[in-house]
């Protein structure tokens, strides 16, 4: 074997060995195996093909009687013999044909006559050339400008909501609260406690209601002294209200000490502050006084109103500027006035203890103001009629002091 290519002698010498091996049982099969392969070495092609015919019905019969293996690999031996005794044919060989003529077909032909040659016709006159065409103007168009678009102008911004309220603010040191605060002696003996103020129709504090302690509870009674009998220190870790003597005047006799006054013997024309009602221009109810915040200089700054009688479900306490109140008397009878209205109220900040004082005042147009000042006609009063400001003149009531609640 060359290259891998089985040849003719080895071929045969293979296939006969392999027959010899699988197929020793049948004689005839391998004679006729044999037969087969000496007639395809000397035939021709159509023998060959007979005797190949022969070759494979006698291999299927010998297939029938061995083992698959053993006849498998002698079909491949007779395919392999087989195949290599196959003729290869030879391709026909391409040949270019050419075509040369002969020296007869070769020889010249009468020559053709040439063709006559194009007569130019001679121009009758000359003809003038054409004047040259005139150069166009170009004509430049001015652009039209284009139109300015102007933005729309920003809607102003909207002033902002006029100011209804006004506040200030004040520390807790520089205010006390008057309603129970402790009352004491120069000596520092706690004699009492402060439990209501009077005031005048020019709203002006006239009396601290006082209430002086007993043994153990026992003996207590309220009594009236002047308000200028006393000093106020807020800031004070002691009683923040001194009971005082008036000082001695030289070359004036000394004035004598200030005695208590029974509440029930109180001026007519003053009115009880504590727990009073504070009510709007037009009736409706403000709120209750609580309170009082007195500064250093025994002067009254503010009101601690409870809301919870006036705005519904507003439980809450402001402090009301002590200028913005008026005393009126309507009906015979005493009523403290503010110029606040609901929107307002509501707006006011909450008065907290532990929380900056902040007090507040309603703030009126002055147009608004001056046209109801115009307009208003005087309220009617006692004998003695009302001031322009609203605030009532002294006068004497006919019913008691304390305002109607």
């Not at 200028?323 to 900040?349: E, G, I, R, T, Y």
Request: proline share 14%.
């Amino acid at each position: 074997m060359r290259g891998g290519f089985p040849h003719r002698g080895d071929a045969s010498s293979n296939g006969h060995h392999a027959l010899g091996r699988a197929s020793r049982t049948d004689i005839g099969a391998d004679s006729a195996f044999h037969a087969a392969a000496h007639a395809i070495a000397r035939s021709s092609m159509p023998r060959l093909l007979m005797h190949l015919g022969a070759l494979i019905a006698a291999t299927v019969r010998t297939l029938r009687e061995l083992r698959l293996t053993a006849s498998l690999a002698l079909f491949a031996a007779f395919a392999l013999s087989a195949c290599g005794l196959l003729p290869k044919q030879v391709p026909a060989p391409i040949v270019e044909h050419s075509y040369i003529p002969t020296p007869e077909e070769a020889a010249p032909t009468e020559p053709e006559e040439p063709l006559p040659a194009v007569q130019v016709p001679e121009p009758a006159s000359a003809v003038k050339p054409a004047p040259p065409p005139k150069p166009k103007r170009r004509v430049v168009r001015p652009k039209q400008p284009e139109p300015v678009v102007t933005p729309p102008p920003e809607p102003p911004e909207p002033p902002p909501p006029p100011q209804i309220i006004s506040t200030r603010i004040i520390q807790h040191e520089q205010l006390h609260g008057l309603l129970d605060s402790e009352v004491q002696r120069p000596d520092g003996k706690v004699v009492g406690r402060a439990v209501d103020m009077y005031i005048d129709a020019s709203v002006k504090p006239k009396l601290l209601m006082v209430n002086l302690a007993g043994f153990l509870g026992v003996g207590d009674r309220k009594v009236n002294f002047p308000w200028t009998a006393f000093r106020f220190t807020p800031n004070s870790k002691s009683a923040p209200i001194t009971f005082m003597q008036p000082p001695p005047v030289k070359g004036k006799p000394a004035d004598p000490v200030p005695k208590p006054q029974p509440v029930n013997e109180a001026p007519p024309n003053l009115v009880q502050l504590v727990d009073s009602t504070v009510t709007q221009r037009n009736g409706a109810h403000i709120g209750r006084v609580v309170d009082v915040l007195i500064d250093s200089q025994a002067q009254s700054q503010a009101l601690v109103l409870d809301l919870s009688s006036s705005l519904a479900e507003d439980k809450r306490h402001i402090a009301a500027n002590w200028s913005d109140l008026h005393v009126l008397s309507h009906n015979k009878q005493w009523q403290l006035q503010m110029d606040f209205n609901d929107a307002q109220l509501k707006a006011a900040p909450s008065y907290a203890p532990e929380q900056p004082i902040k007090i507040v005042s309603p703030v009126v147009p002055a147009a608004a103001s001056t046209a109801s000042a115009a307009s208003a006609p005087p309220a009617s009063s006692g004998p003695k009629g009302t001031t322009a400001s609203g605030a009532v003149s002294t006068q004497t009531p006919a019913s008691g002091a304390r305002l109607a609640r």
